[in-house]
C-alpha cells in the first residue's frame, strides 16, 4: 500500500525505524495487526469475555478511557481468574484503529475509527521484534 516502510495505518509515528528501540504501544500494534491477519483477536467485551473464560485468551488490551467502571472491573477480574496478561492504552479509539475497526482511505489514513474498549489476543500470528519486546515486557512486570 505505502512505500514509506511504516504501517499504512498510521497511528503514532509509523513504527519503529531499523536501529531504534521500540516502545511497548508500538510493539502491541505490531502485533495485535499480526493477530488480526492471522484471525487471532477479539474485539469488544462479549468476544473478550468469551475468549478469556475459554482460556483461549493470551493477552488482554484495555483502553484506560473506559467510561464504564463495571466494565474495566469485569475484564480485570477474568484477566485475574484466567491468569490472562493485562495491558493498558491510553485512548478507545488508538485501541479500535489497532484492532482494524475503521476504514482505510486511498493514502492509508485511518477514517471513521470505530472506539474499542476492550481487545484479547488468542493467536499471535508468527514470530516478530514486537513480539519478542512484548513477551520480555510481560516477564518483566
Same mark, same amino acid.
Given at each position: 500500500m505505502s512505500d514509506a516502510g511504516g504501517d499504512p495505518r498510521g497511528g503514532g509515528g509509523g513504527g519503529a525505524r531499523p536501529g531504534e528501540p521500540m516502545d511497548i504501544n508500538t510493539a502491541v500494534r505490531l502485533v495485535m495487526k499480526k493477530a488480526l491477519a492471522h484471525d487471532g483477536l477479539a474485539r469488544g467485551l %462479549?468476544?473478550?469475555?468469551? &475468549? #478469556? !473464560?475459554?482460556? !483461549?485468551?493470551?493477552? &488482554? #488490551?484495555?483502553?484506560? =478511557? &473506559?467510561?464504564?467502571? =463495571?466494565?474495566?472491573?469485569?475484564?480485570?477480574?477474568? &484477566?485475574?481468574? %484466567?491468569?490472562?496478561?493485562?495491558i493498558s492504552v491510553p485512548e478507545n479509539k488508538q485501541l479500535g484503529e489497532w484492532a482494524g475497526l475503521c476504514k482505510l482511505d486511498s493514502e492509508g489514513t485511518a477514517r471513521k475509527v470505530v472506539g474499542c474498549s476492550c481487545a484479547v489476543i488468542t493467536d499471535y500470528g508468527e514470530e516478530s521484534e514486537g513480539l519478542n519486546i512484548l513477551q520480555d515486557y510481560l516477564k518483566s512486570r
Open positions: %462479549h468476544e473478550a469475555a468469551r &475468549c #478469556i !473464560e475459554r482460556g !483461549e485468551g493470551q493477552l &488482554c #488490551i484495555l483502553a484506560e =478511557d &473506559c467510561n464504564q467502571p =463495571d466494565y474495566k472491573k469485569l475484564i480485570e477480574a477474568l &484477566c485475574a481468574e %484466567h491468569n490472562v496478561n493485562l
